[in-house]
């Protein structure tokens, strides 16, 4: 009786020995989740702390004299005369009507810093519009300096910092703050215009336009040729060592670091064929070659998840092989394929390292036309703009990845809805 006590007590610690376990298993997993989501948590914040003031932009209002005298321009119908004609000066005697206590050399040359030196271009495009304004004056908001958009939106934030901005810029801030003819206004040209050297003209429309057109490359290549080698490793290809060792390779190509396509694109695509450098067609057969084997992987899973009873169904009333696979299989497969297909994009949209290899790291400021103009992507635009010393760049930069970011989680949602939409459960 005593030993049947025994056993039963030192199977009932046993237990509660399993059970503490258990709970302190459960624990360290609830803890590591907490930590991962506190830090993505702490990430987002950072990002979204530096780059929300991107998205809004200082303005100085001005009254603008469109004087031929000035801009050297009399008749909008010559086309030499619109090209040369002197833009900048025109704001610069609407600053110098606006501060006439500013006389001297030095102060003028502050003065003349307020607004930024893409205000001509503006200017100019006001004149080609209206021809009619050509010796008149009207009132304009003008794009401020990067320095004077840091310091006016850090004096918003309650914190000035003044940086670059000189004591003489500064008391003119605080004149047109109590004119109120400073303030902010949602950043349009952030998302409409291309890459700059002036903080306060970059934006991400060029960059855009080369991920997309990139993308787009990508996909056309990558998605067909996938689903065709899925279908073939799956359905059709002999089981013996060559299949085996392509299996393996497809598998092993999927760990390889992204630069070595990078370095493959360079010597194959660019220095061999003489595929043009820094253009979505180049970028987009590289990154075909990087996301083909994510996509073939999940491409066979999805075809390996069909029943075998859909094929064998599918025989027994005289389908042919070929038509089992097309008319049965892949209809059930496809959504499958579209979420790999998706995440494969994904991946491919985040990409920085393979595009500087083929040089897709230059300074591009026009917006590409199609697949064979020099263009950059969002990612090597965030490098880029990483590296640039001024601080008006700091912010741009955490906005450019926030714009990354929602892509991204769009088309991870977008594979996921998908999955949840389209996949059948047997």
Do not use: C
């Not at 850090?154 to 047109?176: P, Q």
């Not at 199609?370 to 601080?391: H, K, N």
């Not at 714009?403 to 999955?419: D, E, G, H, K, Q």
Request: net charge neutral; charged share 20%; no cysteine.
């Amino acid at each position: 009786m005593s030993d049947r006590k025994d056993i039963t007590g030192r199977v009932e610690q046993g237990l509660k020995r399993r059970y503490r376990a258990e709970k302190r298993f459960r624990a360290y997993g609830l803890a590591a989740i907490a930590f991962g989501l506190s830090a993505v948590l702490l990430l987002f914040t950072d990002i979204v702390s530096k780059g929300a003031g991107a998205f809004r932009q200082t303005v100085v209002e001005l009254e603008i004299t469109y004087d031929p005298d000035v801009l050297g321009v009399f008749d909008l119908d010559d086309e030499q005369q619109v090209a040369l004609g002197n833009y900048n000066g025109v704001v610069q005697a609407a600053l110098r009507d606006r501060f006439p206590d500013l006389d001297s050399r030095n102060e003028k040359r502050q003065l003349y810093r307020l607004v930024s030196n893409g205000a001509g271009y503006r200017i100019r495009d006001r004149l080609v519009e209206t021809p009619s304004l050509l010796g008149k004056s009207e009132t304009l908001w003008l794009v401020a300096d990067d320095d004077v958009d840091t310091y006016y939106k850090s004096l918003k934030a309650g914190d000035a910092f003044t940086g670059r901005v000189s004591e003489t810029l500064i008391a003119v801030v605080d004149r047109l703050r109590e004119q109120g003819a400073i303030e902010l206004e949602f950043n349009t040209t952030f998302f409409t215009h291309g890459d700059s050297r002036e903080p306060e003209q970059a934006g991400i429309w060029g960059a855009a336009v080369g991920s997309f057109l990139t993308l787009l490359v990508t996909l056309s290549l990558s998605f067909p040729i996938g689903i065709a080698a899925a279908i073939y490793l799956e359905e059709f290809a002999p089981k013996n060592r060559w299949t085996d060792l392509i299996e393996v390779n497809i598998n092993n190509l999927a760990a390889v670091p992204s630069i070595i396509f990078g370095l493959l694109g360079l010597a194959i695509f660019i220095n061999f064929f003489g595929v043009p450098r820094s253009t979505p067609l180049v970028g987009g057969l590289v990154l075909t070659l990087m996301t083909l084997p994510t996509i073939i992987i999940s491409s066979r899973a999805a075809i390996k998840s069909v029943p075998p009873s859909i094929r064998q169904a599918a025989i027994g009333i005289g389908a042919s092989p070929m038509q089992v696979v097309f008319h049965h299989v892949l209809p059930l497969a496809l959504p499958g394929m579209l979420t790999g297909t998706i995440i494969g994009m994904a991946q491919a949209l985040g990409e920085t390292a393979p595009l500087l290899m083929i040089g897709m790291i230059a300074f591009i400021v026009d917006i590409p036309s199609g697949a064979t103009d020099p263009a950059t992507v969002l990612p090597v635009q965030i490098f880029l703009w990483s590296d640039s010393p001024e601080r008006a760049f700091v912010e741009k930069t955490s906005a450019a990845i926030m714009v990354l970011l929602s892509f991204l989680i769009l088309m991870n949602t977008t594979a996921v809805i998908l999955r949840k939409r389209l996949e059948r459960r047997w």
